[in-house]
Structure formats: structure tokens, C-alpha cells
């Protein structure tokens, strides 16, 4: 892949068109921030050196965005233009209460961005009496799951070999976001594109049937402020069983059994024959053969619906191999959704467009526990402040996210306390806990 420094326009990926749609009131705070934690502390020549290289070597990260009288538009800064990140440091060495001031001081750097003048990296640098804590807050844009992945290991590469005293070297690039963008963009053009439509006009066509979930209030427009999360967890033993046993039956992966049973707790909740649910894709499958994005950074994420069958008279067999079908069909994983529906020129064309939104996302992150120990650095027991504006609408009447750490598989559900009792979704989630058991 070409190493020089990439700067100019670049095109928008779905997930970006998907985020500005939303027409968010304060799209600047909207970011993923990790919270790192250091006994001995972090080295601020160290610090600096690494994010520069992190920041010159990974494109995307110098992006800004800026509103046209046609919508938002991306730049990627040249190294020389503007500041990379900024870094500022709070010492509370001499406090012994701090966690509260630390976190509401990781929320203002948070709320802090800037779209049009960037930076969209900030630093926090937390001095205390136990150690050091660095805030590493990114604006969502140009981030992701996958990414944090590649930056985590670069970062404590970069910082070890700053910290020795050794010039930082990164692995080479692959190839750029601003490339990946241009070809996905030239990808909903071509011919093979459309067998894709095809099954995304079906699923359109089958949303609008679909009956909304009960609430125990009717209120539209739940802000964050507004959100309550609940917690089910699942053993040790049940999580080995999901990871190691379960999937010999019907040759399943994990999101097939999680995704059936979250259908068949929404189907013994509600009576519906069918769920419709949004689910998060990396967004990285090999598309696009002659483009290598391994190491690149960006907001890649595909996001797409699927609509689960659960019919009464199935058995639980019957579930699962329907489910575990019916993803297996779903094209490019899911990827090809977001090019139909943002970058190609066919959509909306001769059918109406009002598009049945999910009320359920569900995302399944794997297994969290990232590997940060070869430099002293682990992850920080507080909180790295807020990542979303307290004002921003809810895009989900329930959103779910699965994670493994620590051995057992945790799963939130985020919901309005606006449109639900709590009672209401403690019986949910025990239906989930006994669906996925069984």
C-alpha cells in the first residue's frame, strides 16, 4: 500500500451518511474513549511521541467534517495542517477523593470536539497518588471497534520504544480510509450491486409489516438522559458451553444462537412472528479484493436489519437452523445495505422510501479483554466520562450489546424509563437469560 501521507476530500461511508441523517443537536460529542491506567505512571515525552506517529501514520484520524448546503462533507487534514490532538493534564496527586472530578473532567475534554476544525482526538492526562490515567477519546466518525484494536497495539508500541529512547516505528500502512471510501463508492455503481438491492428491497417491503413493541408508556423522542440500563449475566460454565459446545448441533457461531434467542424472548414477550433487529457488522469484509484495509483505521461499521423468524409452531431446532439460515443469506454480511441505501444512485427510485426503522439493535462484541500488558498498561477502573451528549435522541427502543470478559458473557439492554417500567424489562431480560440457557 502506498506509505505517503494522505490528505484531501474524501467520500462518505454509509455509517457516516447514517450518523448525520440523524440530525443529532451536538453531533460533536458523540466519540469512543478508552481510559488507560498506568502504576508507574506515563512518561508525557512518551505520551506525545506516540501519538504523533499514531496520529501522522493512521489518515483518518485528522479528518474533519463540514456542513454544505448539501450535507456534510469529510477533509483529511494534511500533517501540517492544524493541531493532530490535544493533551492536557490535571494533577491530583495531593487529592485523595478525586474519581468524581476525574470523570466529569473526562467529560468536558469529551463534549469539547470541534467537526469543522478538528481535532477529533483529545488527550486527558490524570496524575494521581496510585498511578496515572490517560484518556484517549476519539470522535466516533473516525473510529471503531476494529480500529481501537490497532491503535491500542500501536500505542504501546510507540510508547515503549519512545519510552527507551528509540525512534517509534509503525508496521507500513494498508491501504488509506480515503481509498476504501472512494471504492465503496464505485462498488454501489456496479452491475453485482444490484442482485444485493434485490434482497434489501424484500427486506424493506417485509418491515413495513411488522407490528411495533408494547410500551408501558406511549412518549416519542427519548434522550439519552432518559436511559436506563439492565445487566444479565450468564455463568462461567454457560459461557464455556456457548463458546466451546453449543455450536457442534447445527455448525453454528455464537451470534446465531444469541440471535435466536433473543427472537424466541421477544416472541414469548410479545406474540409476533417476527422480529426485526438491527445489527452492527466490522463492516470490513473482502468486498473489495484489491483494496487491504487489515490495519486501517476509520468508522467502518455496517449497520443493517435482519428480521428473525419465530413462528409459534417451530421448535427450538427448527430456531435455530432458520436463524442460522437466514443470516447466512443476508449478502456480504450485511455490508452491501448501507451502499444500497446511501451511496447508490438506484434507491428511492420508484419506491416509496419511508423506511421502517428497527426498535431493536443488537450487537455482539466478542471477547473484550484487549491485550495492553506489554507495556505496564491496563485498562483504568473509572470512568472515561461521557461518550454521547446527555441530549441526544435514543435511536433504539431497546439496544443490546453482548460482550465476554472476565469469562462470562455479559449482556446490556439499554431502554427510555420514559417508555418502560423497570418490572417490564426485568421479565425481558429473564426471558432472554432462560431462551439462551435453553
Not at 507500513?172 to 455503481?189: H, I, V
Not at 413462528?311 to 439460515?325: D, N, W, Y
Not at 456480504?332 to 448501507?338: A, E, I, M, P, V
Request: glycine letters at 6%.
Amino acid at each position: 500500500a502506498d506509505q505517503e501521507e494522505v490528505s484531501g476530500e474524501t467520500a462518505l461511508l454509509p455509517i457516516q451518511h447514517w450518523f448525520f441523517a440523524q440530525e443529532r443537536e451536538r453531533p460533536q460529542h458523540f466519540n469512543q474513549a478508552v481510559l488507560l491506567y498506568r502504576a508507574e505512571g506515563f512518561e508525557e515525552t512518551a505520551v506525545r511521541k506516540a501519538m504523533d506517529h499514531l496520529v501522522k501514520h493512521h489518515d483518518a484520524l485528522r479528518a474533519v467534517f463540514r456542513q454544505t448546503s448539501a450535507g456534510y462533507t469529510a477533509w483529511t487534514r494534511a500533517v501540517e495542517e492544524g493541531t493532530l490532538y490535544t493533551l492536557e493534564t490535571v494533577d491530583y496527586r495531593k487529592q485523595e477523593n478525586y474519581a468524581e472530578a476525574l470523570e466529569a473532567k473526562a467529560t468536558e475534554i469529551q463534549s469539547s470536539m470541534d467537526l469543522s476544525a478538528g481535532p477529533l482526538v483529545k488527550l486527558g492526562w490524570f496524575r494521581t497518588a496510585e498511578g496515572d490515567h490517560l484518556l484517549i477519546a476519539i470522535h466516533h466518525l473516525v473510529v471503531d471497534g476494529v480500529s481501537w484494536r490497532i491503535l491500542f497495539e500501536d500505542f504501546s508500541t510507540g510508547y515503549e520504544q519512545a519510552s527507551k529512547g528509540e525512534p517509534v516505528r509503525l508496521p507500513y500502512k494498508t491501504d488509506s480510509f480515503q481509498t476504501w471510501a472512494q471504492e465503496l463508492s464505485s462498488y454501489a455503481n456496479r452491475p453485482e450491486a444490484a442482485s444485493d438491492a434485490s434482497y434489501w428491497k424484500q427486506v424493506e417491503q417485509a418491515k413495513a409489516a411488522i407490528a411495533p413493541l408494547p410500551k408501558d408508556f406511549a412518549y416519542e423522542g427519548s434522550l439519552n438522559a432518559d436511559s436506563e440500563v439492565l445487566t444479565v449475566e450468564w455463568t462461567e460454565a454457560e459461557t464455556q458451553q456457548l463458546l466451546k459446545q453449543a455450536h457442534r448441533a447445527y455448525n453454528t457461531e455464537v451470534n446465531d444462537l444469541l440471535l435466536t434467542a433473543l427472537g424466541l424472548a421477544v416472541h414469548h414477550w410479545t406474540g409476533a412472528g417476527q422480529v426485526l433487529v438491527n445489527l452492527e457488522g466490522h463492516g470490513r469484509e473482502a468486498i473489495l479484493p484489491e483494496v487491504n484495509i487489515t490495519r486501517t483505521v476509520g468508522w467502518f461499521t455496517s449497520l443493517y436489519p435482519v428480521l428473525l423468524e419465530t413462528g409459534k409452531e417451530m421448535t427450538l431446532a427448527q430456531r435455530i437452523k432458520e436463524t442460522k439460515e437466514g443470516l447466512r443469506r443476508i449478502p456480504h454480511k450485511g455490508l452491501t445495505y448501507g451502499t444500497w441505501r446511501y451511496l447508490s444512485p438506484t434507491f428511492g427510485s420508484g419506491e416509496s422510501c419511508a423506511i421502517a426503522e428497527p426498535e431493536i439493535s443488537f450487537n455482539y462484541l466478542g471477547q473484550v479483554d484487549q491485550d495492553l500488558q506489554n507495556s505496564g498498561i491496563t485498562l483504568s477502573s473509572y470512568h472515561a466520562g461521557e461518550t454521547e451528549d446527555a441530549h441526544s435522541r435514543l435511536p433504539y427502543t431497546l439496544d443490546l450489546n453482548a460482550m465476554i470478559s472476565e469469562g462470562t458473557l455479559r449482556l446490556t439492554i439499554a431502554y427510555s424509563r420514559k417508555q418502560y417500567r423497570k418490572e417490564t424489562l426485568e421479565r425481558v431480560a429473564g426471558l432472554l437469560q432462560s431462551a439462551l440457557q435453553e
